[in-house]
């Protein structure tokens, strides 16, 4: 963490095990600059075990922190009040220190709606999801507030997808679970989710028809591209980067340390949002 922060100055940080890559220094310093705000903003290893532990110990100049897996996950139990995203998900990326209370919130799914929006999807009738984790959940909402009625769910371990497949049912959604393998087979939907980790070959292709088709976005953005991306582009294909989505989680995560509300538009967001997108 760094040395030189100005005592009583407004702390912020991102915390994960690995940390040292994070690119979410750069994009929030970017967007308090550009705002005039003197807050600093740091990346800090800690794991599951030293959670609990560094949470209570922050003081009252810290305002809040952000959150890689599994921290999304281990942070409930350790929060006040969680919003409603948090809830479906049972993931929190950002925590709020405010009035004393620790507040919880969701803003993957704000993320992906908004990565997926600026690339001109905003109606999805049906989807395919890669992946069963916290991430994959974020994506399910999403999937759902952008329309979407059925739900293609591939997994290594189909038996694992019971949690998804709950959360589903309470989005009013049809997932309907499959082994990988079905990827190419696949040919009816409008957008496709990977949510596996940077590096992962899946070991199968997707089908050309779904390629034309869908947009597909692959929310692991280091390497680039990935296996699956790169068989998109090779098609002809049209991909979403994750960097658009860790862009825009980031702007709403930027809105709830600001304005205490993901809702509350930023002071001339867009030039915000514009510093944010060249840090990358």
Do not use: C
Not at 171 to 180: C, H, T
Request: hydrophobic share 50%; net charge negative.
């Amino acid at each position: 963490m760094s040395d030189h922060v100005a005592r009583g100055a407004t702390r912020l940080a991102v915390l994960g095990s690995p940390i040292a890559h994070s690119k979410s220094p750069a994009l929030h310093r970017a967007a308090y600059e550009r705002l005039g705000l003197d807050w600093a903003y740091d990346a800090v290893e800690v794991d599951g075990a030293g959670l609990a532990a560094f949470v209570a110990s922050r003081d009252a100049t810290w305002r809040g922190l952000s959150l890689t897996m599994p921290l999304k996950q281990d942070v409930l139990p350790l929060l006040d009040e969680i919003d409603e995203l948090a809830v479906l998900t049972g993931a929190a990326n950002t925590v709020l220190f405010a009035d004393g209370a620790r507040l919880g919130f969701n803003t993957d799914i704000g993320g992906i709606v908004r990565a997926l929006g600026e690339a001109g999807l905003e109606r999805v009738g049906t989807g395919v999801l890669i992946g069963g984790g916290a991430t994959a959940a974020s994506a399910l909402v999403a999937m759902a507030e952008l329309g979407a009625t059925t739900v293609h769910l591939l997994l290594r371990r189909p038996e694992a997808a019971e949690p998804l497949v709950a959360l589903g049912r309470r989005l009013g959604l049809v997932v309907l679970v499959s082994p990988l393998a079905e990827l190419a087979r696949l040919a009816d939907a409008e957008l496709v989710v990977s949510t596996v980790p940077g590096g992962t070959d899946l070991g199968v292709a997707a089908s050309e028809a779904l390629m034309q088709r869908a947009t597909l976005l692959d929310v692991a953005y280091s390497p680039w591209p990935t296996t699956l991306a790169a068989q998109w582009f090779a098609a002809g294909g049209t991909v979403v980067h994750g960097l658009g989505m860790l862009l825009h989680q980031a702007l709403l995560q930027v809105r709830i340390f600001v304005a205490g509300d993901p809702f509350t538009p930023l002071p001339d967001e867009a030039a915000v949002l514009d510093v944010m997108r060249r840090s990358l």
